[in-house]
């Protein structure tokens, strides 16, 4: 599975942005898809996730209320709406995707494949 993401780039505090990441391959809906993030100087954290079967999802405290990950299996293509955004969201954004249930949704290692990432930048 190949995995490209786009859509970020810079916007004001309280604006909003809309990611997706397209994948490659026949098997996109057998795999959980995540977005994660990484700060300058901090680690990588989960921001959300979406069950492989479709209708689950699961998001970081830091952005429940504010964002929204949705799928298209018919386009291979998994979105992340960012609403409310705060300067404390920026950061590169990663969207991977790993086998069904294989792992915990919010564990890294769980994931065996990544995008490039695409910088998400919030001026206050």
């Known amino acids: 599975v190949q995995l490209q993401a786009s859509g970020g780039g810079l916007v004001q505090a309280g604006g909003s942005l809309r990611l997706s990441c397209a994948a490659s391959?026949?098997?996109?809906?057998?795999?959980?898809m995540g977005w994660f993030r990484q700060a300058p100087g901090k680690e990588r954290e989960f921001v959300a996730t979406?069950?492989?079967?479709?209708?689950?999802?699961y998001y970081a405290d830091s952005v429940k209320g504010r964002f929204t990950i949705s799928r298209d299996n018919a386009k291979n293509t998994v979105y992340l709406q960012m609403n409310s955004l705060k300067p404390d969201d920026t950061a590169v954004y990663y969207c991977a995707a790993k086998w069904r249930n294989s792992g915990s949704y919010y564990d890294i290692s769980a994931y065996e494949y990544w995008g490039q990432g695409t910088l998400v930048t919030v001026s206050s």
């Open positions: 979406i069950l492989w079967s479709g209708g689950t999802t």
């Open positions: 391959g026949r098997t996109f809906s057998s795999y959980t």
